[in-house]
T-cell receptor, first 114, second 114 residues
Framework: AQSVTQLGSHVSVSEGALVLLRCNYS??????LFWYVQYPNQGLQLLLK??????LVKGINGFEAEFKKSETSFHLTKPSAHMSDAAEYFC????????????FGKGTHLIIQP | DAGVIQSPRHEVTEMGQEVTLRCKPI?????LFWYRQTMMRGLELLIY????????DSGMPEDRFSAKMPNASFSTLKIQPSEPRDSAVYFC????????????FGPGTRLTVT
């Protein structure tokens, strides 16, 4: 079975500071990993995805994530936080082999301090 | 493309009533997924379809829940009878079914059962 752990249900950073949201996964086969963002009262929007092509993945809005197999991690980063980044962020995993549903982490609420 | 369409966006009903949530996937997407989001359990996969056929319904919580996909452009999730613990946001998502594909989410239906 696959699982995702997101460390920190809430993360607060100052505007302009580095954003780091942590995600660790468990999967018995090479995984496909995704980061989604959810703004209030909206659906989930894809930020980026890892599909084994490159370990450093760049996404929208200046976010990127690095796949580290040895650490089973896929942490999300952004060099400089903006007020508009305040949202809920979800890491998700899908084990290869089929079009199965995603297994999501519990989410991290990102707060941006002015 | 209009994206995944869900209706209604908000539903308030009394315990014991039947509730029907609706979803129109993106045209050309062969896979359709239903998720439920609650504070306690996060995002959970309920059921998914491939070419209108249910593939995995192991996430459906009880017999009170049922889902159908009568054609490629329409799916319903029905709860009968509804209970207060069914209160949640229900998301529909779709994709083409390639293993590396992300899922495209609708805006969700916020269900409140009183």
């Amino acid at each position: 079975a696959q699982s995702v752990t997101q460390l920190g249900s809430h993360v607060s950073v100052s505007e302009g500071a580095l954003v780091l949201l942590r995600c660790n996964y468990s999967s018995s086969v090479p995984p496909y990993l995704f980061w989604y963002v959810q703004y209030p009262n909206q659906g989930l929007q894809l930020l980026l995805k890892y599909t084994s092509a490159a370990t450093l993945v760049k996404g929208i809005n200046g976010f990127e994530a690095e796949f580290k197999k040895s650490e089973t991690s896929f942490h999300l980063t952004k060099p400089s936080a903006h007020m508009s980044d305040a949202a809920e962020y979800f890491c998700a995993v899908k084990s290869g082999g089929g079009a199965d549903g995603l297994t999501f982490g519990k989410g991290t609420h990102l707060i941006i301090q002015p | 493309d209009a994206g995944v369409i869900q209706s209604p966006r908000h539903e308030v009903t009394e315990m014991g009533q039947e509730v029907t949530l609706r979803c129109k996937p993106i045209s050309g997407h062969d896979y359709l997924f239903w998720y439920r989001q609650t504070m306690m359990r996060g995002l959970e996969l309920l059921i998914y379809f491939n070419n209108n056929v249910p593939i995995d319904d192991s996430g459906m919580p009880e017999d009170r829940f049922s889902a159908k996909m009568p054609n490629a452009s329409f799916s319903t999730l029905k709860i009968q009878p509804s209970e207060p613990r069914d209160s949640a946001v229900y998301f529909c998502a779709s994709n083409r079914g390639q293993v590396e594909d992300e899922q495209y989410f609708g805006p969700g239906t916020r269900l409140t059962v009183t």
